[in-house]
Each structure stands twice: as C-alpha cells, then as structure tokens.
C-alpha cells in the first residue's frame, strides 16, 4: 500500500533538509519571477499549496518575504535586503581595510588584522603579513579574543545577555570565563574604546583592538595586532590603540567615500 507522498510526490517534507530546500527554492522562484501566489509557486515545485503557505508564513517572520497588497501574493522582502547588505559591508571593509592594514604591519611589530562578527565568533577577513600562522576564514571565539570582545562591547543588552547565559569556554589558565569578569572586562572596553587579550586564546599571544565603525556610525568590524610578549608588551597597549584608532579612522573614511554623498 503506497501512501499519498509516494503517489503524488507532493506530501508535506519529511526533514528538516526537505523543508529548507523548498523554502529557498521559493527564495530563487520569487528573485526570478517577482510576486507570485502559493498556488503558483506549489505548481512550479510540485507541492501542496499548504506547504507553501506554512513555509512562507515562516520567512515572512523573519522579513524574507512580504504580501503584495491583498492579493495573495508573495515577494522578496528586505531582510534579504539586509543580508545582502551586511554581506557587501563586510567585503567592503576587508577590500578598503587590506591597504591599511598592510602599512600598520610595517609600522607595528605584529600581525594586523581586520575581523568581522560572524554568528557567535570574530572572523579574521584580511590579515598582514601573510604568515605560517594564518588566521584569514577562522572564526575565534568573541570572549578570548581582543576583537572579539570589541564586537562584544558593542553588543544590544538583549544580544550580550545571550552571550553571557552561555557557558564560556576556557581556552588557557588566562580565559575569562566568569560573566561577572566579562561583564567587567567589557565595560572597560566602552570606556577607553579598545580591547586586549593577554594569553587568553593562546598562551603566548597578546593583542590590542578597536572598533571599525560603517559609514552609519556602527561597528562594522575590529580591527587589531597580536604578537607574542617578546614583541608586545602591556605597556605598548595605549600607543597601539591610538595607532589602531588612526586607522579605523581612515577605513571609516574610505567606506564613506563608497557609501557616497
């Protein structure tokens, strides 16, 4: 006895992965053909309409799609606008970030590296010089790293309050890893505009960090050295950072000049 999927082909998805791959195939329908209705949509992937109905009811929470008037019919709405946007900001502040960073590393003693917020770490998107240890595509935890705790500082109380109910995983003896120190750490970040992080990832490794903020005047990014304690030392930290913050300075500037008037 066949059941009614195995007869039409248009049953509701039996995983997770089904149900994901419908919904972004309405995704790619909708770029392609512009507003269109469930009926449609259904007949094109050979569901049922109620698929197409649930799934849609679901993006449109996140702002994926939206309803066209009162007819019935569906397009894409702007949290891909969104995403869109946070991707070609990130691309940007590597390209415009690259030729700064390259003249830091032959002024500071150290790697210099440009990071981005990539769901719960920092990922390294420009690094100079280019080294055995490279750390481009990595993504390092938010409360271990200098830039990570950057982006962290800047964190909305709802997002931050996420992070802190999380176990914080110890890296080294020197891994922050009580909210309460975090917390502490954090606030003295918002308070002189620059992170560091002395052993806490790696035991040999220290690094100094400040925000890059976007055309928009928020933190887009966090740019920093590391280097180990033969070549930087916690009494270095304060002309570093004001060196990290000329920087970010001129990366702002050069985003702005993209942005345009």
Do not use: Y
């Not at 500082?153 to 176990?167: C, D, K, M, Y």
């Amino acid at each position: 006895m066949h059941n009614k999927s195995e007869v039409t082909g248009t049953a509701e998805p039996r995983t997770a992965t089904q149900a994901v791959e419908r919904a972004l195939s309405m995704l790619v329908l909708l770029g392609q053909r512009g507003p269109s209705g469930a009926t449609e949509l259904a007949r094109e992937l050979g569901v049922h309409k109620s698929t197409v109905s649930r799934l849609m009811t679901t993006m449109e929470k996140f702002r994926f799609v939206e309803q066209v008037g009162s007819r019935g019919k569906f397009q894409l709405g702007f949290g891909i606008v969104r995403l869109a946007g946070a991707t070609a900001a990130q691309l940007d502040i590597a390209r415009e970030g690259k030729s700064v960073c390259t003249r830091l590393a032959s002024e500071l003693r150290g790697t210099v590296s440009l990071s981005v917020l990539d769901g719960g770490g920092a990922t390294t998107v420009t690094q100079e010089p280019s080294t055995e240890r490279n750390w481009i595509g990595l993504r390092l935890p938010l409360h271990a790293t200098a830039s990570g705790k950057v982006l962290l500082a800047h964190f909305g109380f709802e997002q931050l309050e996420e992070v802190l109910r999380q176990p914080l995983p110890r890296f080294t003896e020197r891994t922050i890893v009580s909210r309460g120190a975090l917390t502490a750490d954090l606030n003295r970040v918002r308070d002189r505009g620059w992170a560091t992080a002395c052993g806490e990832f790696e035991a040999e490794l220290l690094s100094v960090a400040v925000p890059v903020r976007g055309p928009g005047g928020r933190v887009a990014g966090a740019l920093s050295v590391t280097a180990d304690s033969d070549h930087l030392r916690a009494t270095d930290f304060p002309a570093i950072a004001r060196a990290l913050g000329e920087a970010a300075e001129e990366i702002l500037d050069r985003l702005q000049q993209l942005a345009g008037p």
